[in-house]
Nanobody, 124 residues
Framework: QVQLVESGGGLVQAGGSLRLSCEASGRTFSSYAMGWFRRAPGKEREFVAAISSVGGWTYYGDSVKGRFTISRDNAKNTVNLQMNSLKPEDTAVYYC?????????????????WGQGTQVTVSS
């Protein structure tokens, strides 16, 4: 099975920044789209961002556009999420996911593997 391991979560004040990273196992990382989702207490899993297999396009959820940036380094099997201007409503567990193909969008069904999640807490 594919393993995805997130890191970089933590506690931050509103207006601050965090950078999440996800490391993937295997040697086929560059063939697949990658995405970030989040789940806040009592809410459904929400799409955050996605990036195509070679980084040719990126796609963001409306709530994070202009604040978050997704990137990948295929040589290192990593995908990152730079989060700026954080708000209390960004508080959630953030999950890294591998797409089923070279492109993937906002649908949970478009992703085949998921990481364990990393907690991001933004204080008021």
């Amino acid at each position: 099975q594919v393993q995805l391991v997130e890191s970089g979560g933590g506690l931050v004040q509103a207006g601050g920044s965090l950078r999440l990273s996800c490391e993937a196992s295997g040697r086929t990382f560059s063939s697949y789209a990658m995405g970030w989702f989040r789940r806040a207490p009592g809410k459904e899993r929400e799409f955050v961002a996605a990036i195509s297999s070679v980084g040719g396009w990126t796609y963001y959820g409306d709530s994070v556009k202009g604040r978050f940036t997704i990137s990948r380094d295929n040589a290192k099997n990593t995908v990152n999420l730079q989060m700026n201007s954080l708000k209390p409503e960004d508080t959630a567990v953030y999950y890294c996911a591998r797409g089923a193909g070279a492109a993937a969008g906002s649908g949970v069904y478009q992703y085949a593997y998921w990481g364990q999640g990393t907690q991001v807490t933004v204080s008021s």
